[in-house]
C-alpha cells in the first residue's frame, strides 16, 4: 500500500507541475482507446485555465492537443480496421461502445456522411465510438482523417474558452479524479496485454 500510495503522489506531482505534457499524454491515451478516470474535455478545460494564467502558451497547446488526438484516434481506427469485431467484443465495455451506439452511428452516418464525424465528435460519449465505427465500417482513413481534424480545431478552442471562464474552479474538475489516476494503469496494461496476444496469435495463425 505503501508503494501503491507514493506512486500516487508522484503522479499527483506530475501532473501539476508538467501540466502542457501531462495533458497531451492523458489526451492522447483516451483518443487511442484506452479508459482514463477523467475524459479529455475535463483536460482540455484545466488546461484552459492553465493558459489564462500565462504559465502556457496558447498556441503550444493547441498544437500539442492536436497532435494528441490525430495521432491516438489514428491508432484506434487502425486497430478498430485490423481487429474490427474481436476489438469490440472484447473492449466494448472498456471502450465505453455498445451495439446500440454503433448502430446509431451507422444509422446517422448512411444519413449524414462525413458530418458525423465532424459534428458527431462534439457529443459526450460520442468521439470513442464514431472512431471504432469509422474503422470497422470501411470509411476511409483520408474521410476519417480529415473529419477529425475539422472537428477537433472547433473543440480544443471551445472547451479551452471554458476552462478561462471557469477560472480556478476548473481545477475541480481534476482534483476530485487524481486519486484515481493509478486506477488507469490497470486497464491500460490489460488492454496491451490482451492485444499483444491477440497479435501473437494472428501471427501464428498465418504461419
Known amino acids: 500500500m505503501e508503494l501503491l500510495t507514493d506512486i500516487s503522489f508522484i503522479l ?32 482540455l478545460t484545466y488546461l484552459g485555465y492553465a493558459i489564462s494564467r500565462g504559465s502556457i502558451g496558447y498556441w503550444s497547446a493547441f ?34 461502445v455498445s451495439d446500440a451506439k454503433l448502430l446509431y452511428v451507422e444509422h446517422k452516418f448512411k444519413k449524414y456522411g462525413a458530418w458525423v464525424i465532424i459534428i458527431g465528435r462534439h457529443i459526450p460519449g460520442l468521439r470513442i465510438p464514431i472512431t471504432v465505427f469509422s474503422g470497422i465500417s470501411g470509411v ?23 476552462g478561462r471562464r471557469l477560472g480556478k474552479r476548473a481545477t ?13 494503469l490497470i486497464p491500460i496494461l490489460i488492454f496491451i496485454l ?3 496476444t491477440a497479435h501473437i496469435r494472428h501471427v501464428r495463425k498465418k504461419k
Not at 34 to 43: E, R
Not at 141 to 158: G, Y
Not at 172 to 184: C, G, K, N, T
Open 63 to 96: 498544437t500539442l492537443l492536436l497532435a494528441a488526438v490525430m495521432g491516438g484516434s489514428s491508432i484506434l481506427f487502425y486497430l478498430s480496421r485490423r481487429y474490427g469485431q474481436s476489438l469490440v467484443l472484447r473492449f466494448g465495455h472498456l471502450l465505453h
Open 12 to 43: 499527483k506531482v506530475w501532473i501539476s507541475q508538467h501540466t502542457l505534457f501531462a495533458s497531451f499524454f492523458l489526451l492522447f491515451i483516451e483518443e487511442s482507446g484506452i479508459p482514463l478516470p477523467i475524459p479529455g474535455d475535463a483536460v
Open 172 to 184: 475541480r474538475l481534476l482534483q476530485a479524479h487524481q486519486d484515481y489516476y493509478l486506477l488507469a
Open 194 to 196: 490482451s492485444l499483444t
Open 140 to 162: 476511409s482513413f483520408r474521410t476519417f482523417f480529415w473529419s477529425t481534424f475539422v472537428s477537433v480545431i472547433f473543440w480544443i478552442p471551445a472547451y479551452l474558452e471554458v
